[in-house]
């Protein structure tokens, strides 16, 4: 047997006694991760800059170093993540409906944790330390499969945290590391329907889409957000600025962040939007008759209307009204948030209720589709599929439900 | 490009449309095809008549023509069917959640259509009825694709419906028949995710488990019951044999039937259950102790206890008590049903809390998992699996949310 393998069902076996841990016990455990977390800094430090040293050694780009450093402050932050899960409201044992049957019945519908959860991920470490709490709360047992150049700190991080648990009422082998990075071994857990409930791929489209592609187990599509701004006619001027500035510029390299301006050729104030998006650096793509009127535009092509930039880039179109506004989104959008800038509320609700995507906003920035800006706390990605959950994936969508059907002796006739 | 394509994007279009009807257009549209149905029988019956001559040369099996022919009869249940499902009520639009954030911003959680779903089926012509207007009513569109054997059936109930539609507010493009029934065709639509939000696919576990292989749409995999009765020290004499047999025998062919009996040592009244199993014509394949004490089971191999045999033979395991019937279930069952007969309250809670199925029964048949058991109306199939929907896939189960986000003006700083 292989020791990816092994490490998925001891997790599995692990998982059952979990899903019947007391909400105490969760949070003792979590409690004791976190502390565990700032105790080992030296342990965990000392493992990430080998990883590091050896990324730098191999061209590493510097953005993607900055991705996989830590420091004090960045496994601070992690405790303290862990910290703030535990005091999350624990999403299972929920009775979400009760249903009484003419024949007595009585059927309860129960929520539960969805059993082992693989998170294939890229860089990141502290995605190992968010992704085992978050699950551990939730009743769910992890398989994380990092990648290559962050394996060292991966395997003291989840060292750090399955030592804790030992001296917890939780087994360790809830928290899983895959130590095998190869590409067979991803292709192995992806496979693995027996043992593996779901997986959840972080990282980049080509990441995710070789896991769509490739796995057997349910998965949940996330992260890809070729999101829109439209500006209506009757929006209001500063509002319009402000927002498209915020979607844009707030944070380039997320998944909500604003990829292309749609504006009604009846709004009066175009080129005020557009000197507003060049003064904070954003670099234009505009469609002819956005050239026409403002020559700093650069001419869109077709790609460029498919792009996530995740940078200071920027698509413009001029569009004649919110017909070919939706229009528009429906063929170019990936389904994460859509944002309408208008006066009318008649437009607002018809946007939101014709735009098909996770997220549907009416003068609100595109960047406020994310676990904590919803209030759900801490997030392990947003879902841009439409099975199972929409937008951000936080304790509650990482459970499912059960129906416990109480008798006294019915049979079916 | 492809017919199959074609005809999932026309479906794809025509569904933006469908998810802006009211409901009353779309019960409209519900009675008309359900009147539809009743007055083009002929054409039905005789094109039907033409699937059934030719299955019958090739050889097929009387209870796989069986379930391919129709009559008049089944003709008028399937219409009856569409006429119940405009009765449910439409589960879009709800408002799910509403979220005061502290910055002002307003989020609803709404239900909604999935969008394009595709149906994977074997040879029953009355699942396309069934599955268009489950479909319509829940504002997503579908795309069938039915088995070689009743293609002409197929494509009459296609016509009539979708010449209803014609007469309706609803494009006729959201119920799409697939022609191209080759592995060919299957493996474009199971891969084509730029049109299909979701495969369920219905029929033997061959075929569903080739769609989960294959597959890169999100799938719901469905009915594939490995049922268990376990029967407590204290259970019953009448309740266990009564639900015991009802669960086996009540239609051995659904996957809710119930394959194997575990049966404590300690229950009193083994032989009484046996007999009763084997009065009712239950052919019994017993663990050594059962064959030991019931010389009329013939032995249980390792592959028994794994089959789902959807006739009247059983595996029956005289087990040390909960414990061990908790273990075996894990190791065997599918997720489907698992029933504990008791008087015990404490063992039934801890069977239903630590058993991981789609339903968890305490003295109530196996053969209550369904959506009309349950209350829901007509269903898709049963999901065992964790992502989505567990247990009947009813009208709720077929829609997802989004998220409303009424702002003011807010930015994210």
Chains 1, 2 share one sequence.
Do not use: W
Not at 219 to 246: F, Q
């Amino acid at each position: 047997m292989s020791e990816i393998r092994k490490t998925a069902l001891a997790a599995k076996a692990a998982q059952r006694a979990l899903s019947q841990a007391t909400e105490e016990e969760k949070n003792r455990a979590l409690y004791m991760i976190s502390d565990a977390i700032e105790d080992s800094r030296e342990k965990i430090l000392s493992a990430n800059a080998e990883d590091v040293r050896a990324a730098r050694e191999s061209g590493m780009s510097e953005s993607l170093i900055d991705r996989l450093s830590l420091n004090e402050k960045r496994i601070h932050d992690m405790a303290q993540g862990v910290r703030e899960v535990a005091e999350l409201d624990d999403p299972t044992g929920k009775i979400l409906e009760e249903i009484r049957r003419p024949n007595g019945l009585l059927i309860k519908k129960v929520s539960c944790p969805i059993g082992v959860i693989g998170i294939i991920y890229e860089a990141r470490p502290n995605v190992t330390a968010e992704a085992a709490s978050l699950t551990l709360k939730s009743g769910n047992a992890v398989v994380l499969r990092g990648s290559a150049s962050a394996l060292k700190s991966n395997i003291a991080l989840t060292e750090v945290m399955r030592d804790a648990l030992n001296k917890s009422s939780i087994s360790p082998d809830v928290i899983a590391l895959v130590r095998d990075v190869s590409h067979e071994g991803a292709k192995e857990l992806m496979t693995m329907n027996d043992a593996l409930d779901l997986l959840i791929p972080r990282g980049g489209a080509g990441l995710i889409n070789r896991v769509v592609k490739e796995s057997t187990v349910p998965v949940i599509r996330t992260g890809v957000g070729n999101c829109h701004v439209y500006i209506d006619s009757t929006a209001d001027k500063n509002t319009a600025i402000e927002l498209t500035v915020n979607s844009k510029t707030g944070r380039p390299s997320t998944c909500n962040a604003a990829e292309t301006l749609l504006i009604s050729k009846d709004y009066p104030d175009i080129t005020g939007v557009l000197s507003a998006l060049t003064n904070a650096g954003v670099t234009l793509h505009g469609c002819s008759k956005t050239c026409e009127i403002y020559p700093d535009a650069l001419p869109a092509t077709e790609e460029d209307y498919e792009k996530e930039y995740l940078c200071l880039e920027m698509c413009v179109k001029i569009v004649s009204g919110i017909d070919e506004a939706i229009e528009h989104i429906s063929r170019y959008g990936t389904g994460h948030t859509e944002l309408i800038i208008t006066s009318s509320d008649e437009n607002a609700e018809r946007f939101m209720n014709e735009v098909d995507a996770a997220s549907v906003n009416f003068n609100a920035s595109t960047r406020f589709t994310d676990g904590g800006q919803f209030g759900f706390g801490a997030e392990m990605g947003i879902s841009t599929q439409k099975l199972h959950a929409r937008g951000p994936i936080g304790l509650k969508e990482l459970t499912i439900y059960k129906y416990k059907v109480y008798g006294s002796g019915q049979v079916r006739k």
